[in-house]
C-alpha cells in the first residue's frame, strides 16, 4: 500500500472509531466552531496543538508557520487571528514555540537556506537585540533561550496589533498567553507565569 493510501485507510479506520465511541460526534462538528482558544504555534510534525493540550478538533482554532512568528506584515497570520477575535470571539490567544525548534536554530546559524531566511531573518534580529545576555551561554542553552524569547516576542506583537487593541478597546476580554513546549517530555511551559530566568528543559 502506498503512503497515500495508508493515509486514507488510517483516516476511515480513525472515523470509523470516533463514531463508535460517538455516533453524533461528527454532526456537532459540523453544526459550528466555537473555540474559545486560538493557537498560534509552529509547523513542526511534533507539536500537535490539540494533543498537547488534549482538546477535541473544534475546540481550538490554529494557525501554524515556522518558528511561530507573528508578524505585522504577514497577512495570513493577521487574517486569522483577526477572524478568530472579532468573529470567534475566542477569549486566549496562546502562542506556543518549541524548544529544539529548527527555525530558531537555523536563524542562530550562518548558513543560507533560500527563500526562508527572510522569514526567519525576523529571529535573527530578535538574537542580536538579546546578543548580551545569548553570548554567556553554551550552543545548546542559547537555543533554548532563543526559543523563549522568540515565544515571548511574538506574544508581544500579538499584544501590540491593532486587532487586540481594537478588541479591547470595545471591551472584549482576551488573554495572551506565551507558552513553550519540551519535545523531550511533552511538558508545556507558562513563560508569563514563571520565575524570571532560563527555563529551559
Same mark, same amino acid.
Given at each position: 500500500?502506498?503512503?497515500?493510501?495508508?493515509?486514507?485507510?488510517?483516516?476511515? !479506520?480513525?472515523? +470509523?472509531?470516533?463514531?463508535?465511541? &460517538?455516533?453524533?460526534?461528527?454532526?456537532?462538528?459540523?453544526?459550528? /466552531?466555537?473555540? +474559545?482558544?486560538?493557537?498560534?504555534?509552529?509547523?513542526?510534525?511534533?507539536?500537535?496543538?490539540?494533543?498537547?493540550? $488534549?482538546?477535541?478538533?473544534?475546540?481550538?482554532?490554529?494557525?501554524?508557520?515556522? !518558528?511561530?512568528?507573528?508578524?505585522?506584515?504577514?497577512?495570513?497570520?493577521?487574517?486569522?487571528? /483577526?477572524? !478568530?477575535?472579532?468573529?470567534?470571539?475566542?477569549?486566549?490567544?496562546?502562542?506556543?514555540?518549541?524548544? $529544539?525548534? $529548527?527555525?530558531?536554530?537555523?536563524?542562530?546559524?550562518?548558513?543560507?537556506?533560500?527563500?526562508?531566511?527572510?522569514?526567519?531573518?525576523?529571529?535573527? &534580529?530578535?538574537?542580536?537585540?538579546?546578543?548580551?545576555?545569548?553570548?554567556?551561554?553554551?550552543?545548546?542553552?542559547?537555543?533554548? @533561550?532563543?526559543? =523563549?524569547?522568540?515565544?515571548? =516576542?511574538?506574544? &508581544?506583537?500579538?499584544? @501590540?496589533?491593532?486587532?487586540?487593541?481594537?478588541?479591547?478597546?470595545? $471591551?472584549?476580554?482576551?488573554?495572551?498567553?506565551?507558552?513553550?513546549?519540551?519535545? @523531550?517530555?511533552? @511538558?508545556?511551559?507558562?513563560? &508569563?507565569?514563571?520565575?524570571?530566568?532560563?527555563?529551559?528543559?
Amino acid at each position: 500500500m502506498s503512503e497515500i493510501k495508508q493515509l486514507l485507510s488510517n483516516n476511515e !479506520a480513525w472515523s +470509523e472509531q470516533i463514531k463508535k465511541d &460517538d455516533p453524533e460526534f461528527f454532526n456537532k462538528l459540523a453544526k459550528q /466552531q466555537s473555540p +474559545e482558544y486560538l493557537w498560534i504555534g509552529c509547523s513542526d510534525s511534533r507539536v500537535p496543538a490539540n494533543q498537547i493540550v $488534549g482538546l477535541l478538533p473544534g475546540d481550538i482554532f490554529v494557525h501554524r508557520n515556522v !518558528a511561530n512568528l507573528v508578524v505585522h506584515t504577514d497577512f495570513n497570520c493577521l487574517s486569522v487571528l /483577526q477572524y !478568530a477575535v472579532d468573529v470567534l470571539k475566542v477569549r486566549h490567544v496562546i502562542v506556543c514555540g518549541h524548544y $529544539g525548534c $529548527g527555525g530558531v536554530d537555523a536563524a542562530l546559524g550562518n548558513q543560507q537556506f533560500g527563500l526562508i531566511d527572510n522569514w526567519l531573518g525576523h529571529i535573527k &534580529d530578535l538574537a542580536y537585540k538579546h546578543r548580551e545576555e545569548l553570548s554567556q551561554l553554551n550552543s545548546h542553552d542559547k537555543s533554548a @533561550r532563543m526559543c =523563549e524569547l522568540n515565544v515571548m =516576542e511574538q506574544a &508581544d506583537n500579538v499584544k @501590540r496589533s491593532n486587532i487586540i487593541k481594537d478588541a479591547r478597546a470595545r $471591551g472584549q476580554f482576551v488573554q495572551i498567553h506565551s507558552w513553550i513546549y519540551s519535545l @523531550r517530555n511533552g @511538558r508545556v511551559t507558562d513563560l &508569563d507565569n514563571s520565575p524570571k530566568g532560563f527555563k529551559h528543559d
